[in-house]
């Protein structure tokens, strides 16, 4: 990075300070209907705007587009407690405390919004690591999390090394002789409908996950080290594997929650309380989910902004708006299949129906993303996963055998579930 660049990260560190802090004491000093509630709204925005600008200029990198995505979801965050579901230091608990301990607590509301441990925690938080629990903890212990966390997070970086260097070979290879087309081609034949949709779900169901894993566990190692808070605190960020075998089960389960609250908030205060639609009718039930997948898509344009991915160009919104016509097509089907056979709830879901499930759910994923994935297959600067490789001083066949033998290790030693 060169010395320009490299003047901004004060400014982005401050921005991100403020950005917390500026809710969190607007919180815990004002009433809920106050006026400097609404005021601070713009202000938000305003830092966000200049958070993405210095993002987009520092990058293309998938750091800098976690930094975007945190100063979003505080964004979105501040109108969930600040205005539409709004919060006042009366309704904190015991918990949390006086003072600076009062204000952190509160902070984490904002930046890490799944509300772990917290009355507003979300639904189907992952629990601790069962490794934990068969060691008598029944809480993680700071010395032991972090040695997990640290090896799980090294061998994250490797193989996010590998990948990328991987990919960039292929999008060097495929930019000399002009194997992409601009736009998407949908009229494929079978052999490139199935590599498509292998590309696709590695891409997204592994090096996706593994990528805001990775960052996620980078943030807790920080934040747990420096003492400024619990390994508690910091539950796994994604469900098992197993549970994304229904398109409900991969998105409500399997895949990070980050932006749950926030975006439930704003969808039921649209259907309900601007389109005045019945609460908890079929009609809001649906429109709040597309609601909140339209939300989704439009953030994750602005996050393909950041990596230098044209607004014009991105697919988010086309991926993302098309998630709940699958949910309508599964639930449509699961609820013909109860009606012609009346499940017993005390027998688990049998395997062939969870193969089904799961097929079903990876077919349907597998094409939509090509609207997403597709334009950052085109870039090679868009390959760029992680910010040091070490593929230039290794060779990659040796990378990859590191990669293998000490993810085994890793996962024996530490229990890893997937």
Known sequence: MDKIKSSKIPEVLTLYAIHCLLPATLLLTTPKRSTLRYLSIPCSIWIAYRAINLAAELGPGFIWCEFARLTLSIVLQSFNWLLLNPKDINDLPVEAGHGVS????????????????????????????????????????????????????????????????????????????????????????????????????VAGFVVSRILIDFHHRAFSIIVVGLGLDSPSNCPPLFGKAGDADTMRGFWAKFWHQLLQQPLTSMGTSITRD???????????????????????????????????????????????????????????????????NPPDKSVPRPMWQRTLGLLWAMAWLGVTSTWYFYPQMLRPQNQALVPLTLANQVSLPMLAGIVLVGGAVIAFVFEVEV
Do not use: C
């Open 102 to 201: 009062r204000l952190y607590y509160v902070a984490r509301l904002f930046y890490q919004p799944r509300g772990i441990r917290t009355p507003w925690q979300i639904k189907n938080a992952p629990q601790q690591p069962g490794y934990y629990q068969r060691r008598g903890l029944k809480e993680p212990s700071r010395g032991r999390f972090l040695v997990r966390q640290s090896a799980i997070a090294v061998w994250q970086y490797l193989a996010l090394d590998i990948f990328a260097t991987l990919a960039l070979q292929q999008a060097l290879e495929q930019e000399k002789h002009g194997a992409l087309p601009s736009v998407v081609q949908w009229g494929l034949s079978v052999e490139q409908w199935i590599e498509r949709l292998i590309s696709n779900l």
């Open 274 to 340: 601007l389109l005045g639609l019945p609460s908890r009718s079929l009609l809001e039930r649906y429109m709040n989910v597309f609601v909140v997948f339209f939300l989704s898509g439009g953030l994750h344009v602005v996050l393909d902004f950041v990596q230098g991915i044209p607004m014009q160009e991105s697919g988010a919104i086309l991926f993302f708006a098309t998630a709940p016509v699958g949910l309508l097509i599964e639930d449509g089907i699961k609820a013909l299949w109860k009606s012609l």
